[in-house]
Nanobody, 121 residues
């Protein structure tokens, strides 16, 4: 059974940096994409960054040039390097894997438990 575990969140001053990690345990037949989402209080969950199986990356406009997503397909781990953090980056960050476990038909979506990132002034 696949489980995702995030780490690396915390409290940081504006302008600082944090690096989030998400490691997946269990077995995948395939992974289509590894992504990071975030949800701030009172707001909808939004896509922050995506790393596809082809190695392509996509970013929300609000984080372009500041955040970098990278993935390690060998050990099913995805990272999010966050630089020049702003107050608006404060949120719970969730990793999400899109893929399929062995003997399962159809695409599955796996979520981590979330890690809090708080940016202070």
């Amino acid at each position: 059974q696949v489980q995702l575990v995030e780490s690396g969140g915390g409290l940081v001053q504006a302008g600082g940096s944090l690096r989030l990690s998400c490691a997946a345990s269990g077995t995948f037949a395939s992974i289509n994409a590894m992504t990071w989402y975030r949800q701030a209080p009172g707001k909808q969950r939004e896509l922050v960054a995506e790393f596809t199986s082809a190695g392509r990356t996509n970013y929300a406009d609000s984080v372009k040039g500041r955040f970098t997503i990278s993935g390690n397909n060998a050990n099913n781990t995805v990272y999010l390097q966050m630089n020049s953090l702003k107050l608006d980056d404060t949120a719970v960050y969730y990793c999400n894997f899109v893929g399929r476990e062995p003997r399962v038909v159809g695409v599955q979506y796996f979520w981590g438990q979330g890690t809090q990132v708080t940016v202070s002034s």
